[in-house]
């Protein structure tokens, strides 16, 4: 599976941003599909995951209520849809991919797709 994250970009805190992830054609659906990000000095952290059919999603606690996972399989593509964005959220956001059936962090993530920088300015 080949995945492209996109949609990065700069905005002020408040603000909203939509990520996109696409993924290769012929076994996108068969993924559970995660959403990670790094910040300069920090660890990559997990900040959203989708489940094959998008029925079931997980959120890390900073960003409950906050973002939103989406994706689309007939379009083989995956988004991220972030409100109220904060400095805290400047990050490089990932898409990836798991062969997993339950959405977790600590999952298998086998593919991973470059990332795209977000920024927050205050």
């Known amino acids: 599976v080949q995945l492209q994250a996109s949609g990065g970009g700069m905005v002020q805190t408040g603000g909203s941003l939509r990520l996109s992830c696409s993924g290769s054609?012929?076994?996108?659906?068969?993924?559970?599909l995660g959403w990670f990000r790094q910040a300069p000095g920090k660890e990559r952290e997990f900040v959203a995951g989708i489940s094959r059919t998008g029925d079931d999603t997980a959120y890390a606690d900073s960003v409950k209520g906050r973002f939103a996972v989406s994706r689309d399989n007939p379009s083989n593509t995956a988004s991220l849809q972030m409100n109220s964005l904060d400095t805290e959220d400047t990050a490089v956001y990932y898409c990836a991919a798991s062969a997993s059936l339950v959405i977790t962090s600590s999952a298998p993530w086998l593919y991973w797709g470059k990332g795209t920088q977000v920024t927050v300015s205050s």
């Open positions: 054609p012929r076994t996108f659906s068969d993924y559970t």
